[in-house]
């Protein structure tokens, strides 16, 4: 009995680690492409958490699928099990190992969200580890990603792209050339700084595939950075929930090379000023028009199209991320 | 095994105060018998299940395809604002407060609640909140559409230009429910303070109990800064103040700290009293003591802490400097340590046992195992990193349903099967039950799991129309969603049949140690013929000695 315990159970650690460590490297693949340098940080912080995560998940089955099956008893034994009120070891080792556990971790997403260097919202206390800390911990991952943050950071200071948020629309807008559009283009491997605006409610701006998400508080400054490091167009979403046509707010996000960016810049410079095509001012506009069918109820009234240098006149259709 | 002392049984069929109706009309009445208001508390709470869960239906109806096609994207808003919102003030709460009300009593040997009055005022105020809330259907401009959190600027923006909108009906509705839930807050902590009977120290209470205890003490200090949050935004949105109005100067922010600070450890109100019932119902049916009962009753006041102090991890990606993002994550993360302490309590019971397993046992055991999962996709949200990505995301759907549903839920049915007997005197159908809990097995995975890998691909949460890329795993959902809507009508057939026609359960037909056990089936209007006096710890089971000390020579407890 106390044999078969045993033997049950290290063929069952060893089994535990085979799986934890399977998904560890599975968890990449439910992601969206990693389209930025902070994506990579994030997906191997995440990659961290599944393996610890399925190990704990699997050494607490495994005990309880244990005694479901051997320590069930038959209908007609009225007895008792042992009597055990306690183990004061065991229940140290349980509580100090979880202490351990959470503060590790803690640790390693600290780590991580340094060298991501988001800024959010205007930090006036910024984290910044001492020098020496700094290297005493050796990334645990990959270095590639924190090395292009650091060669972007050191390159000229990014240029600023203003978003706006509105119910329903996201508008962009370059400062330097004087360019609106209702499509954010952004130059691959260059540090990347977006200053945020709602004009109504919070808004949320998320990429999935950038791994970056930052609600925009109205009446806040609020800034974000990165790096984008993977050419290609991608789905940017309204991720705090706005209103009526909330779902529908969302927009294409274009990663281009250098010179295809600049490109695009000068283009659409020349480009006269129409009006976008809106989801939220169409769909509401055709939901006006009808008059017998149930309609719901009253709605904010999505703000007009924006009138911008450079824009799509479909929905987004950044292919599925 | 040995029985209550014989008299007592037949005394005290009778009911509540002298001229009492001795029926099924007691329950329309405004009793102030713990036990009556207890199964008020259940069975209305148990209605608006229904009617959140009829919601919910409608909502994965529109989501199995990607479109918004079904219904007008008001009337999704609407309903995913009023399924969260009755799931939680109308259903979780209160069930738990009538399970709470039933069992604390019994549980400590008190005849009553320490404020009989007071308890069947907080119970009457639940259909109050209900009408409130259903009737906003017909308020101008419908129900509120801005989410159980109501979050401004949306919440205070009325289209329909109405004074009396869904919006103030909601805060109204809200704002009683935490007046009731306070009068109750009030009520259970003073109960197990002053009425505990003779004998029953600290340590000798049930780990039930304990958490009601810990659950009740949240609701104190939490809930005056929900319901402050809540009278600001009444004022902004019918006063014209400028609390939270951006374009007035307020700040929006604000109110997520005010609705955070109590709605977070709000969970804790809700999954700590489920905690209690899984460490009462495992170790009858297991037959074995508590394992580290100490512990696990204290881990439940430790979470009454710690959970006080992680409020902003609702708000990583909100306006939250850095320094806030980090030292919340720590805290948030320290959650897990007397959770996990339950957890490894709840095992090493198991473990070695004489495992019978009875419906409630399955709810048991498969709610703790669900929580674990809940806990570690729990902790992935703590981090702020990876927060930053899935933070109002399907992944946090998928989280928190797999806490309040595949937890919460399950410990509700665990603990209804198990004191069945002792409320009604009858026994449920124990093949019945297994359906149920198989059907609900099967639809909260199905239901649930798919929102984690849509989460992590990126899909918002409270939207009624996505991207065709995001189909497979939402049909998967909505299909196990109506499962689940189908996985109640064994439930309810179970509980009225057996009510009606059940077989006879004897006083403790679980052979359960335990005061609640000791009286008859179900208890007399003041529950014990005479207080008992406890002798010993509340888990004797594979130890010969009696739990309460006799008058004659009958030895009471476990033999
Ligand atoms: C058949 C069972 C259920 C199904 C199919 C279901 C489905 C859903 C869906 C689709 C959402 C909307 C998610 C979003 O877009 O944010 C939601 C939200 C929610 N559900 Fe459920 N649910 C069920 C049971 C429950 C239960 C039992 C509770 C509480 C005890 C609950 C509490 C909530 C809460 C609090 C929200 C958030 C509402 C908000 O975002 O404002 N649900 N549920
Ligand atoms: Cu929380």
Redesign the pocket.
Known sequence: MKFRAIATLTIYAGLTIAISIWMAKESYSWFPPEATAEAKLIDDLFSLFTGLGTAILLGVLGPVVYSLIFHRVSKYDPSDGPHIEGNVTLEVIWTIVPVVLVLGLSFASFSAYEKMNLRGSLDLVHLHLPQMMDSAYAAPFDETPQEEIKDSLQQAAPKEIEVTARQWAWVFRYPDQDVTSTELHLPVNSRVRLALRSEDVIHGFYVPAFRIKQDIVPNHRMELEFTPTRVGQYRLRDSLFSGTYFAANQADVVVQSPEDYQQWLADAASQPLTAAYNPAATEYARATEQTAVLRGWASVVPAPPPVVNYSSQTVPKSPPA | MTNAPVEAIEVARAQPYPGAPDNWKRFFTFSTDHKVIGIQYIVTSFFF?LV??LF??V??GE?ITPEADLIDRTVYNAL??M??SV??FL??FPVLVGIGNYLVPLMIGARDMAFPRLNAVSFWLIPVVGVLMIGSFLAPGGPSQS???AYPPVSLQNPSGSLINGQVLWLLAVAISGVSSIMGGVNFVTTIFRMRAPGMGWFRMPAFVWSVLAAQLIQLYGLPSLTAGAVMLLLDITAGTSFFAPERGGNPVLYQHFFWFYSHPAVYVMVLPVFGIFSEVIPVHARKPLFGYRVIAVSSILITFISATVWVHHMFASATPSWMRILFMVTSMLVGVPTGIKIFGWVATLWGGKIRLTTPMLFAIAGFVNFVFAGITGIMLASVPIDIHVNNTYFV?GH??YV??GT??YGIYAGLYHWFPKMTGRMYYEGLGKVHFALTLL?TNL?FWPMHPLGLMGMP???ASYDPEFAFWNVIASLG?FL??ISVLPFILNMVSSWVQGEKAGDNPWRAIGLEWLTSSPPPVENFEEIPTVISGPYGYGKDEPLVATKGSVALGEA
Request: net charge positive.
């Open positions: 299940f959140g869960g919910s239906m909502m994965r989501l995913f604002t399924h969260g799931m939680l259903w979780t989410g159980w959190w759907v928190f349903h309040i549903y919460i839920v639809g239901t949460r409270r939207v969603g689940l809507g």
